[in-house]
T-cell receptor
Framework: AQRVTQPEKLLSVFKGAPVELKCNYS??????LFWYVQYSRQRLQLLLR??SRESIKGFTADLNKGETSFHLKKPFAQEEDSAMYYC?????????????FGAGTQVVVTP | DTGVSQDPRHKITKRGQNVTFRCDPI?????LYWYRQTLGQGPEFLTY????????KSRLLSDRFSAERPKGSFSTLEIQRTEQGDSAMYLC?????????????FGSGTQLSVL
């Protein structure tokens, strides 16, 4: 069965410093990968997905099939980036929308 | 607010009681999902509707759980004979019709506490 691992429960960084959130997955097929974010007192929302190869709010994520990773990066963290971040996967054999989430990483950006 | 609406926001119940949650998806979204999130974990998939048809159910959904979407609009999730292990945040999400890879729009959730 597929699995998503986010090894860091908490990541504390200073404003302006680079931030990288790690995400590793186990799945033998071709997954679709996402990063979802939940800001304080807001709903869970999509940040970005690997097929779009886009940069959202300065964040990028590259799918590395060899290392089965989908790490989220931002070169200069801002205080408004403080949030809970979840990496998620959809297996190619699963219904679209059946997301497998990691446990999440809490990011705290301090001034 | 035109987003996904969930009611109630909080529910406290005693073990053994039945509870029902409601989800109103974004208008014209034909797909609706239920997830459950326990403390310190990411959301876990429970079930999925396309219009009124329930197309998939997770093994997490024991026979005490039932979900409906009778007219392809709002959905209800019922838990019978609640147990303390059912305490969690129950999230609903919807997505529009399409070929796939659209994003899920989540509601604010219903926090269930079973005493």
């Amino acid at each position: 069965a597929q699995r998503v691992t986010q090894p860091e429960k908490l990541l504390s960084v200073f404003k302006g410093a680079p931030v990288e959130l790690k995400c590793n997955y186990s799945y033998s097929g071709s997954p679709e990968l996402f990063w979802y974010v939940q800001y304080s007192r807001q709903r869970l929302q999509l940040l970005l997905r690997h097929i779009s190869r886009e940069s959202i709010k300065g964040f990028t994520a590259d799918l590395n099939k060899g290392e089965t990773s989908f790490h989220l990066k931002k070169p200069f963290a801002q205080e408004e980036d403080s949030a809970m971040y979840y990496c998620a996967l959809i297996a190619s054999t699963d219904s679209w929308g059946k997301l497998q989430f990691g446990a999440g990483t809490q990011v705290v950006v301090t001034p | 607010d035109t987003g996904v609406s969930q009611d109630p926001r909080h529910k406290i119940t005693k073990r053994g009681q039945n509870v029902t949650f409601r989800c109103d998806p974004i208008s014209e979204h034909n797909r609706l999902y239920w997830y459950r999130q326990t403390l310190g974990q990411g959301p876990e998939f429970l079930t999925y509707f396309q219009n009124e048809a329930q197309l998939e159910k997770s093994r997490l959904l024991s026979d005490r759980f039932s979900a409906e979407r009778p007219k392809g609009s709002f959905s209800t999730l019922e838990i019978q004979r609640t147990e303390q292990g059912d305490s969690a945040m129950y999230l609903c999400a919807s997505s529009p019709r399409g070929t796939g890879s659209e994003k899920l729009f989540f509601g604010s959730g219903t926090q269930l506490s079973v005493l």
